[in-house]
């Protein structure tokens, strides 16, 4: 099976593109450039910084990166980005350096973004030296695996940027050389441990006989890479930030899902957002826990320590509410117990004695204890529930995706090996007590459904595989799993099997569906079609539930490789031993330690709102942005809405007479609802769901069989082909008009100082000595202008150009010809988009958007929801499901009124898949509803719910489907299809 990748994630897309745009104004030939000055005579009497340089690079023969711009234009240019993605716009470049943070949740796929911002920076900007740092050996195996898989994917999209990999070893350092001197776009994979210390320490700073006396940094250095940091977190210390500065790179980019320190914040997609874009999968918990008290009370010994002498134990401590939550609780010698808890179980037990070497404690009811031993816990009948409940999740999963092609994967995390092993040494002899119990439960619950008999008839055997570090044993002896921390050379052999076998293990012709691995080897891998974990040791506050989940976030793929983003499919079950409410609470605790607000209303939370037409100006912002962000949540604030973050009291939405509009300014009044609906997203019960609130709707077979249904289907979801007729000279004046408005284009010029040669916009801004300033016009060649804006319109070259001339500022293109090209590329797909909706005609074709045999197959194969987002129907004869799925508060409100008006026959939620092509982008209307007047009549109906009639204060795109999906249902013959709203239903 081979994995695909797509190549138009937009929010993939909005991420390469920010890093690219922080270099805006570039020349793709800066090396030409420089030439050209030095040979006009432009660069005389200045000494060029690069020049000091140029002594290293040329006796290594480097081809390198050569970055021109100035700081200030660069400043200049990540401002622009962290406005239009609705971040905190920095006054200056936070560390006086070129380092972007680039923030992304685990599984939505930071590799690719990395990788693919590599070719279009080679592309846009002739960049070709890349080096990528990494951490540790897993997350370096992960990263080279995901260079294998998507190696085919980058040369068809970039067929004109040959490009080589290579990771880097001390024991083969002299290939530093291949990189320093190639032409082709190079990448080199590069542990921090590998340039961590000095010459004593690491070969890459050591002279090499066969590098010319050289040392493999000095290749490096003198290339000027482009670095690329994953997982930068885990890079902080100084020694490490030392050894990067000693690449002398032109820019550093910092991939993360929880960056330790911010610095310059490019792109962020943080947790909150992906689940929301539906960019991982859903998490839910399902709990297994022990009900009712312990008999002997539970204590477990986490550590023992002196100065002062004091041992921590984890105990069952009551809350306020009278609950027992499990805690680490410090206690010293002769502490009662039951102080320190408020639980009268622990009465009259207390410490008598405390040790370090070895660890242990001695309690007066039991006697010794070592550290990591417990008593009280019943942990065995607990962890044993667990695999029974992961074998049984696993069953229903795999017996709702069959027919999908996608294969369900389990993995089990365990703190020893010798729970798996036992008396064995490997995959083929172990029978550890997890193993036992696997195999027995698993006949056990097999044995229970035929349809599970026939899905999963092989030995249990043959279905699980350990993922361990293998010890290797004398000559004749066997090789056997052992106990490793996760980031030592012995755990190379574990990370390569489980990486090598990522994608044979999707395979359905791959037995192996349970996996077990060391709880130390979470970091670094995962695999999409993950959906269910079992943690099989205390689930304690030291234990990293995000890190453990973040092994099963990523979207599924079926067996052609493609991901499945439906969300009732993806779906990740953590089988915890400890209650949803627990887990959910430390989860959110581990989110916000690591600075991400997820389960509460954020200062940046309300950025991403888009503005309605009467707030949209010319190259201005499309969303609120920050600023407007951070005045709208300090009036919730200072109006007593919220708290640190959380909804108070006085936030009642849905109480009769609340108006928000009291308690902001006037600007944000248009957006009451919205605003509503993103406060109401602040509760991390949105991205953590209980087992408990699962439920599979029951689909309504009657309704297919009823002639009546199938005339109206056929009816509604005819299809059509549309085409655009645009008057020429009408698109050419307004164009024209747009253009001559927008605002002028600053030329770029060349500043030469002592300290080098930098491009920059508008010229320089003070003198200095020995600083000039010269043209940059006819320096280098322009890029085609005619061509760029083609690919980006579909018109003619004789209109682009007639729109060009008549706008009489191509001299500004000459100065400036990226920024002019942006410039007239905007104005010429704004005035496009609105002329276009109006020019549309629709005319209907044979065939359908949306086959009733295929509506009913994939009715048949519903398949998991949640209740929050479901209205239960009182009449569900009338509709094609028992519930109906909801994804916004006027569309509960109109499902509850159809429901109940005795007039309306039949009405459906229309599903993803019902398409409309529009000139802005398929468009999926929202209802389809048949209507008895007067008993005989039948009445066709297709409804778009909206919070608002006003067009003004609906996104352009909106408007423009609305338009486009009225002329496409008069042109099949529905001509009623109205927009609903709660002001006025339209039924």
């Known amino acids: 099976m081979e994995f695909k990748f797509d190549p138009k994630q937009q929010y993939q897309l909005d991420a390469i593109e920010s890093l690219v745009k922080l270099f805006d104004g570039q020349p793709k030939d800066a090396e030409a450039v420089l030439t050209t000055l030095r040979g006009e005579g432009k660069l005389n009497g200045a000494q060029d910084q690069t020049s000091l340089d140029l002594d290293l690079s040329q006796e290594v023969g480097a081809v390198g990166n050569n970055l021109v711009l100035d700081e200030a234009t660069i400043l200049q240019n990540l401002q622009a980005v962290q406005d239009k993605n609705g971040l905190e716009v920095l006054d200056a470049l936070a560390g006086d350096a070129l380092d972007f943070d680039i923030e992304m949740e685990t599984g939505t796929g930071k590799t690719y973004v990395y990788l693919r911002t590599i070719f279009e920076l080679a592309k846009d900007y002739n960049f070709t030296k890349f080096v990528i740092l990494v951490p540790s050996v897993a997350i370096k195996e992960g990263v080279t695996t995901s260079i294998k898989l998507m190696h085919q994917h980058f040369r068809d999209l970039y067929p004109a940027q040959p490009f080589d990999y290579s990771v880097y070893s001390g024991k083969s350092a002299e290939e530093v050389q291949g990189f320093a001197t190639s032409t082709n776009v190079q990448i080199m994979v590069m542990t921090i441990d590998s340039i961590r210390g000095d010459a004593n320490s690491r070969i890459i700073h050591q002279t090499r006989d066969q590098l010319n006396g050289l040392r493999p940094i000095d290749y490096l250095r ?119 808890t408020n639980n009268p179980a622990y009465e009259g037990w207390w410490i008598t004695e405390l040790s370090i070497e070895p660890q242990f404690v001695e309690i007066n009811k039991h006697g010794m204890l070592q550290q990591g031993e417990e008593i009280g816990g019943n942990s065995d009948s607990i962890y044993r529930e667990m695999i029974r409940e992961t074998i049984k999740e696993h069953f229903r999963k795999q017996t ?12 089990f995390f365990i703190d020893k090996v010798e729970n798996f092993l036992g008396d064995g040494f490997n995959n083929i002899d172990a029978n550890g007590q997890f193993v036992q119990w696997f195999d027995e439960l698993f006949r056990e619950e097999r044995a229970k459904s035929p349809q599970w008999q026939e899905l999963f008839p092989q030995d249990p055997a043959e279905l699980r595989r350990g993922y361990f570090s293998v010890l290797k044993a004398k000559r004749g002896g066997t090789d056997t799993f052992q106990d490793t921390s996760g980031s030592t050379k012995a755990d190379d052999d574990a990370y390569d099997l489980i990486m090598r076998d990522k994608a044979r293990l999707l395979d359905q012709a ?44 990523r979207l599924p793929v079926d067996q052609t490789g493609e991901r499945v983003a439906d969300r009732s499919v993806a779906q990740l079950t953590v089988i915890a031993n400890e209650s949803y409410v627990a887990f959910a609470k430390s989860l959110q605790t581990e989110y916000e330690k690591s600075g991400v ?6 200062l940046q939370g309300f950025s991403k709102i888009a503005l309605y037409e009467e707030h949209l100006e010319p190259d201005g912002p499309h969303f609120f942005g920050y600023e407007r962000s951070k005045t709208l949540y300090e009036a919730l604030e200072s109006s007593g809405m919220i708290k640190d973050g959380k909804v108070t009291a006085a936030y009642q939405p849905t109480q009769l007479g609340f108006d928000l509009k009291q308690h902001i300014p006037d600007f944000f009044w248009p957006y009451e609802d919205t605003i509503i609906e993103y406060i109401g997203r602040s509760s991390i019960e949105r991205y953590v769901k209980p087992q408990s609130r699962r439920k599979a709707r029951k689909l309504n077979k009657e309704l297919f069989a009823n002639p009546e249904f199938e005339e109206f289907w056929r009816a509604v979801s005819a299809r059509t082909t549309y085409r655009v007729s645009v008057d020429r000279d009408r698109l050419i004046e307004a164009t024209v008009k747009a253009i001559k408005e927008a605002p002028a284009i600053q030329p770029l010029r060349i500043q030469v100082t002592r300290a080098g040669v930098k491009i920059l916009r508008g010229g320089t801004k003070a003198t200095e000595t020995g600083q000039r300033s010269a043209t940059l016009q006819g320096a280098y060649d322009l890029p085609d202008i005619i061509t760029e804006l083609q690919e980006a319109t579909s018109l003619t070259r004789r209109t682009i150009i007639d729109i060009l001339l008549d706008s009489g500022r191509l001299p500004e293109f000459i100065g400036n010809p990226n920024d002019f090209i942006q410039m007239v590329k905007g104005r010429l797909q704004a005035v496009l988009a609105e002329i276009v909706t109006e020019g549309i005609q629709y005319e209907k074709t044979g065939g359908y958007v949306y086959e ?76 389809a509803i048949i209507k008895h007047e007067d008993g005989a009549d039948r009445i066709y109906m297709i409804r778009e719910t909206k919070s608002t009639d006003d067009e003004v204060k609906r996104r352009p795109t909106e408007n423009a489907k609305i338009k486009a999906a009225t002329k496409h249902f008069a042109a099949i013959g529905v001509g009623d299809y109205a927009v609903s709203t709660p002001a006025s239903w339209r039924v």
């Open 852 to 927: 009733l045999r295929e509506l009913q197959k994939d009715g048949q194969e519903e398949k998991d929801r949640f209740l929050d987002q479901m209205y239960k129907l009182q009449n569900p004869e009338k509709s094609d499901f028992d519930y109906v799925v909801y994804d916004s508060e006027p569309e509960r409100q109109f499902a509850e009124l159809l429901d109940g008006r005795s007039d309306i026959k039949l009405f459906m939620k229309l599903p993803g898949k019902f398409k409309i092509d529009t000139p802005v982008g398929p468009y999926n209307p929202d209802w």
């Open 222 to 340: 003198a290339t000027r890479p482009v670095v690329i940091m994953d997982e930068p977190q885990n890079m902080e210390s100084q020694l490490s930030q030392s050894s990067i500065g000693e690449l002398d790179p032109i820019a550093t980019l910092r991939f993360s899902a929880t960056h330790r320190k911010q610095r310059n914040v490019v792109y962020r997609l943080d947790p909150v957002d992906a689940h929301d874009h539906g960019l991982v999968k859903q998490i839910v918990v399902a709990e297994v826990a022990q009900q009712g008290s312990d008999v002997t009370p539970y204590i477990k010994v986490v550590d023992v320590k002196r100065d002062p002498w004091e041992a921590k134990l984890e105990l069952a401590v009551r809350g306020a509410d009278g609950s027992l939550t499990r805690r680490v609780v410090k206690a010293k010698q002769d502490q009662e117990l039951s102080n320190l």
């Open 597 to 602: 607000e997820i389960g509460r209303v954020r």
């Open 510 to 553: 791959e037995p192996v569906r349970f996996i077990f691995s060391h709880s130390a080897l979470r970091e670094g891998w995962d695999n999409p079609n993950v959906f269910q974990i079992c943690t099989l040791r205390e689930m304690g506050a030291e234990v990293d539930r995000r890190q453990t989940i973040g092994r099963g976030l």
């Open 400 to 411: 709702m995706l069959a027919s999908k092609g996608i294969k369900a994967l389990s993995l």
